[in-house]
């Protein structure tokens, strides 16, 4: 499932605190009518339209080792692995 992006998002609210139903937003914005009623929902309980995160794998390393395995490979392209 894709998630609204932000001008979407942003609009959607716009609308919504103007005083349209969530329903004609839902129409001008061909997205269901739940979208918009989560989206409302969410932004009343928190203040944001931004998507809640999720929970990922964690990260094994390190933004610097990320770094260096990515110069090392670039300078040894060529050699064989052991």
Avoid: C, K
Wanted: no cysteine; aromatic share 4%; hydrophobic share 30%.
């Amino acid at each position: 499932m894709s998630q609204l992006n932000a001008s979407v998002r942003e609009n959607a609210l716009g609308r919504l605190q103007a005083g349209q139903s969530q329903s004609e937003v839902a129409r001008a914005l061909r997205v269901s009518q739940s979208t918009i009623s989560r989206l409302w929902r969410r932004f009343q309980q928190t203040g944001s339209s931004a998507p809640a995160p999720r929970p990922g794998q964690p990260r094994v390393t390190t933004q610097a080792q990320d770094r260096y395995i990515r110069v090392t490979h670039l300078r040894h392209r060529l050699s064989q692995p052991r």
